[in-house]
DNA sequence: GAAATAATGTTAAAATATTAACAAAGTGAC
DNA sequence: GTCACTTTGTTAATATTTTAACATTATTTC
């Protein structure tokens, strides 16, 4: 168990589970595949061997321990481990993001904002910073993860300040596509995909 | 061609070869699979075969022409049909999302808003309307896809209603699992999700 | 305590997806 | 026109993922 290979699939369903169990009661001590698989509407098997991959055993009859379950899933996708975050763009979505507390549950802290607007610089919990104190900023926090919400036009421009700043990961909103310096890990997010995806479902 | 059976894989991978097709300069008639590949940085095979699934021949030492690439794989996701949207819940992400012009070319577009809170509700381009309203609207603009960006809270009761107005389709952003009824598409977004898996790699 | 049940875990099979190998077809240079 | 080159498309091999089948193990009931 725990051996070393999770299948890319799997981890990519790991989220999934985690969210379900911990939206679980937690008077709910134990929980079977079958039961997840159910709510998820996926098939039971391959919830148990994905279960197989990343935790201990179950016990038949009664199944896992939500509880050990939860911890081992969260120790798979790191977040025990909190890692800090900064975001470059403070438009709209860029905000949102900012503001929205859901990220901590999955291991990542957005300490702070910067925008080269100087309208939008904000003191306080969530600081908006401007752009020029990126370098200095990330150094002295130790920041590992930067996260792009700017226009196309100067994504890879900011990208190229994170990379200089030591960030070992970029999250890019921007719908454009990203060079970066070997090393560091690219996840693009284009919310358009998403919708395509259900348009065209929509149409069949 | 065209045959009928496009793997789930290479439907997944069609809206970044479109993306980055767009993005090309229009003097750019024609292109050739290795040269997305390595825009991509994935395999020339995979592009190729993807490509043939949904587009007709290409031309040895020459590639594909730009432009009815783009065409059929428009084609394939629906983006040429233009499906309305709504959207309910404008808080930050809510009013980003609506802001957010990038859908159109997916063919989609989020024609209003809803919030129960009066203090939000606007007039203009993208009006946010009050919720109460959201049924008679949904009627009257022939309304197929309804977008979910209110609190887990709240969330279920959104999706009830929007599946009273015939919707079609859900995109949920809020972190809860709904239940729909049978015949409506749910798509469940989690950003925190995209997270997790990159707090992962970090971490590794 | 034996039988019934609900769950697990494993092994094998089937389906999908990716990668590699290679032959064929345009294009341009000489 | 032939040769070299680039790029396609196809066929086969490999790897991965999903699904099915089945034997096993704890719990509950009688």
């Not at 994905?50 to 935790?55: E, G, P, Q, R």
């Not at 100087?118 to 590992?144: F, M, N, W």
């Amino acid at each position: 168990m725990t051996g070393h290979s999770i299948p890319k699939a799997t981890l990519g369903r790991l989220p999934q589970y985690l969210e379900y169990l911990r939206s679980l009661p937690v008077e709910r001590r134990t929980i079977s595949a079958t039961a997840i698989a159910g709510a998820l509407s996926m098939g039971d098997v391959q919830v148990r061997k994905d279960l197989a991959a990343v935790s201990g055993a179950g016990k038949p009859k009664v199944g896992y321990q939500t509880e050990k379950l939860i911890e081992d899933i969260e120790g798979h996708l790191g977040c025990d481990k909190l890692t800090n975050a900064v975001l470059v763009g403070a438009g709209k979505l860029g905000r949102a993001l900012l503001d929205y507390d859901g990220f901590k549950d999955f291991g990542v802290r957005i300490i702070a904002g910067f925008d080269c607007n100087e309208t939008v610089l904000k003191k306080g919990a969530k600081e908006i910073l401007p752009i020029k104190d990126l370098g200095s900023y990330c150094r002295q926090h130790d920041v590992r993860l930067g996260i792009i919400t700017v226009g196309g036009g100067s994504a890879q421009e900011v990208c190229d300040r994170l990379a200089e700043c030591g960030i070992e990961a970029i999250w890019n909103f921007a719908p454009v596509r990203l060079r970066v310096p070997g090393g560091i890990l690219l996840k693009q997010e284009n919310l358009a995909l998403s919708l395509a995806y259900l348009n065209n479902q929509i149409s069949k």
